[in-house]
């Protein structure tokens, strides 16, 4: 997933994020709806990562995210 698709799926993603970095807030996640760098800034904060690997992580983890956090169209 790219960070506009983050953004747009936040609810499914969002629990994800929690499970994955369970020291965020709903809080923290609300920022998911502005920019990526602020987001970072914050899962930094919350877990003591260095910038680059936050980014790192979080990049790794969004790109493995199931596609079915998708919405289904249904015919």
Known sequence: MNW?????????????????WAKLTDDDLLLLKGKKEVFL??????????????????????AKLDVSTKPSVSK
């Open 41 to 62: 800034g914050k899962l930094q904060e919350r877990t003591g990562l260095l910038k680059e690997e936050a980014e790192k992580q979080f990049d790794a983890f969004t």
């Open 4 to 20: 506009e698709e983050v953004q747009g799926q936040m609810q499914q993603v969002g629990g994800k994020l929690k499970e994955k």
